[in-house]
């Protein structure tokens, strides 16, 4: 009876001490700062079993401690046809480390995730969120998964968002022998554990003790920031396409093997494309008129299904249909200007607007989106393809200034897409306003925009009159006006231009004290915002792209009124751009011209100079929100 007694003593205190596993006072305090989430530990286990076939295990401990974490607090995993997620195991402990849930096979939601632009795909997810338990609480998960296609590898970070802390975590890789894993450390203290025996390689990292840190205005993302791996094969293989992607240039033999003796055309088609580009002298000419076939005569549409995730359609099909995705179009456009004997190539990239570049001296698979690149003899041209409106010749914020990988009949290559300079981002402003005596105007305003300016605003431009409305009514920092008449026209060149006409009606927009009038000459392009102070700022400051706004707008002064006094110029000059401000004043006509220009250079500075940036960008608000006074004449 003792035994049996001290059998069951000793189990509870063994239950008891695994339920305190998860107890939120266990957690250091340098942990909880800032944190909205806590890993309490993230256990991962990746098995190469050969070229094709792998094997991914997790465990993970994950603490919510506020509504800000609740993301944390949720299972999602994504998969495919050629993979198989099994023995998915959740459980919900409370904040005492309490085992109070745990989730049935039946609460696991497994839903097609098709979007709205797919064909069809085979993209599926499994998910769960927890839902009906008081935070503080911990959610325990455990999961597997078989993949059948080795070239992707999983990315290994577990500090990944702001407000996340990490208690432990650890990753394991299993690879058979002599296996070529790749790996690539970023910003981890050490370097891994490696052993080897006859079954194969084993390969350990480990991090710890990681507290919160916030995303840093203009800066890397947190996950940059932080401790992580990548792994990527050697060798691989997908649906019995096997390659290598120890360089880019294997890696571009790979997607020629994909392609290969996929662009033959319908007959009819080539001779039509021939016939239209018949005494047509210049290259440039005669893909211009093959884009624009392709934009006027097909759609896109998202196909994800095993291979064809990677896969083209062929030429034909897409012919016959009118339809493809980025590769298909992409694909097609390349096999209409070989018909022509125009030579192209297909060429990978990582869209997306001002996505980070691709690593360059890390082959592997860091691609998302297929446009298409035209070698010229002394340029060459681009042209995003799944796209029925987008200018000929212009990519755009979603794949300019990055690396791409163009595949060419000896492989991959790397090159990089047009970054639009200064001189070509270009915004300018003219109008004229005029206000009576007791403030109220009316401003006519046209504005041009120009490269990646024209790329801010170009979805704008397919809007119907009233999202329009909406946009404008919206975007306008004016305290009270009226929106009047408006309208946006395209010229879809190589260096493509929106502009913009707008009527506005101004209700006290000058401000009456006693006999003096006071408004603010900056009417539309206010920066008013001010970066936050950041102590001990730890990333580079990031400017994406260089650009030039530039104002003159003309404002007819009511009669017998005049400045009070003459405003001086101002420039605010550093290494990040310059901005000035100056005004002209017509005595005869009693008109004041405000003229303001603001050149942003594109780079990426130091995080010393953080401080530098944010006195220059508060200057620039103070400017903006600048009075004029006006005063009556007596």
Not at 5 to 30: C, H, R
Not at 240 to 255: H, L
Not at 318 to 331: F, I, N
């Amino acid at each position: 009876m003792k035994s049996i007694t001290f059998i069951i003593v000793l189990y509870l205190s063994i239950a008891s001490v695994y339920a305190q596993d998860y107890a939120v006072s266990k957690i250091p305090e340098n942990l909880k700062k800032g944190a909205n989430a806590i890993v309490r530990t993230w256990d991962s286990q990746f098995t190469i079993e050969n070229e094709e076939l792998s094997v991914y295990q997790v465990k993970k401990a994950i603490t919510i401690l506020k509504e800000e974490g609740k993301s944390w607090g949720q299972f999602i995993e994504f998969y495919d046809k050629l993979d198989k997620i099994k023995s998915i195991k959740i459980t919900l402990f409370d904040a005492e480390g309490k085992s109070v849930k745990k989730v049935k096979s039946s609460e696991i939601e497994d839903v097609n995730i098709t979007s709205s632009g797919s064909l069809y795909d085979s993209n599926r997810l499994k998910g769960y969120i927890a839902s009906d338990i008081e935070l503080p609480y911990t959610i325990e998960i455990e999961f597997e998964k078989i993949e059948k296609s080795s070239l992707h590898y999983p990315v290994w970070g577990l500090r990944s968002a702001p407000g996340l802390a990490v208690e432990k975590g650890t990753l394991e890789v299993r690879t058979p022998p002599a296996y070529g894993l790749r790996y690539r450390e970023e910003h981890y203290d050490g370097e891994a554990v490696i052993n080897t025996n006859d079954s194969g390689i084993t390969y350990q990292w480990e991090v710890s003790n990681l507290p919160a840190i916030e995303q840093e205005y203009l800066g890397s993302s947190v996950f940059d920031m932080s401790p992580h791996v990548l792994l990527a094969p050697s060798t691989f293989s997908m649906e019995g396409f096997s390659g290598s992607m120890d360089s880019w240039k294997s890696f571009g033999m790979w997607i020629n093997k994909l392609n290969n003796g996929r662009d033959q055309l319908p007959v009819e088609l080539e001779s039509k494309l021939k016939s239209m580009v018949a005494g047509v002298s210049d290259d440039k000419e005669k893909i211009k008129l093959i884009y624009e076939y392709l934009q006027s005569n097909t759609r896109y549409v998202s196909i994800q299904l095993g291979i064809g995730g990677y896969q083209p359609f062929e030429a034909t099909d897409v012919a016959e249909t009118g339809y493809g995705d980025c590769k298909a179009l992409s694909y097609f456009t390349y096999s209409m200007l070989k018909s022509v004997g125009i030579k192209s190539n297909y060429t990978l990239v990582r869209a997306g607007e001002d996505e980070d570049d691709i690593i360059t001296d890390f082959p592997s698979s860091q691609f998302n989106h297929v446009i298409l690149s035209v070698p010229m003899e002394k340029d060459t041209v681009w042209l995003e393809c799944t796209s029925q409106d987008a200018p000929f010749n212009f990519l755009g914020g979603f794949t300019s200034d990055r690396h791409v990988l163009m595949i060419t009949e000896d492989g991959g290559k790397l090159i990089k897409t047009p970054s639009y300079p200064m001189e070509v981002n270009t915004q300018t402003r003219v109008g004229e306003v005029a206000f009576d005596k007791e403030g109220n105007g009316q401003a006519s305003i046209e504005t041009i925009y120009k490269g990646r300016r024209y790329d801010d605003y170009a979805m704008v431009v397919k809007a119907g009159k009233e999202d329009q409305r909406k946009h404008l009514l919206n975007s306008i920092d004016i305290p009270a006006f009226d929106l009047g008449d408006f309208s946006f026209e395209r010229e879809k060149s190589e260096n493509p231009t929106l502009k913009q006409t707008l009527s506005i009606g101004l209700r006290k927009y000058a401000s009456q004290s006693g006999e003096r009038l006071f408004f603010v000459p900056n009417l539309l392009t206010r920066q008013e915002y001010v970066p936050p102070k950041i102590e001990d700022r730890e990333s580079p400051i990031v400017l994406k792209y260089a650009y030039v706004n530039t104002d003159s707008i003309k404002f007819k002064i009511p009669e017998s009124y005049r400045l009070e006094f003459q405003p001086e110029p101002v420039t605010h000059k550093s290494e990040f751009g310059e901005y000035n401000v100056s005004y002209q004043f017509d005595v005869e006509t009693n008109e004041l011209t405000y003229i303001r220009s603001i050149q942003m250079k594109k780079g990426t500075y130091s995080a010393e100079l953080y401080n530098d940036y944010r006195d220059f960008r508060r200057e620039i608000s103070r400017t903006d929100r600048s009075k004029l006074v006006l005063i009556g004449s007596t």
